[in-house]
């Protein structure tokens, strides 16, 4: 089992879910991060001032799934995450050793499917 973890521009957060679903996901979590990468944050002007944004606002997706579903998931997340431009994001592929769904107890792909 593996855990998809992509982190991208909060405005294409819909798209990614669409994609995701469309893909096979039956289950995500969303969360609101902040970070930089090559882009080192931006700078901004508010009344008059400037001032530098380092840490800019993403959006982290993670779906669990099979070792079989990894390349359709990350695929329908960078084609649904990429813009073109700096600051895109990346995606993660973490090894999991186990999963227990809680209400049922069960375990590992089990746990994982519908």
Do not use: W
């Not at 993403?58 to 995450?81: G, H, L, P, Q, Y």
Request: proline share 2%; glycine share 10%; net charge negative.
């Amino acid at each position: 089992m593996k855990l998809v973890t992509a982190i991208f521009k909060p405005s294409r957060l819909d798209a990614v879910i669409d994609a995701l679903s469309e893909a096979g996901a039956t289950g995500l979590t969303v969360s609101e991060v902040r970070g930089y990468g090559r882009q080192q944050g931006k700078t901004e002007v508010y009344r008059g001032a400037e001032y530098e944004v380092r840490l800019l606002p993403k959006v982290r997706v993670e779906v669990a799934c099979a070792d079989t579903d990894v390349d359709r998931f990350s695929d329908a997340i960078i084609s649904a995450a990429n813009t073109g431009t700096i600051g895109d994001g990346k995606i993660f592929v973490h090894t999991v050793d186990s999963v227990v769904r809680i209400r049922t107890g069960e375990r590992d792909e089990q746990a994982l499917t519908g």
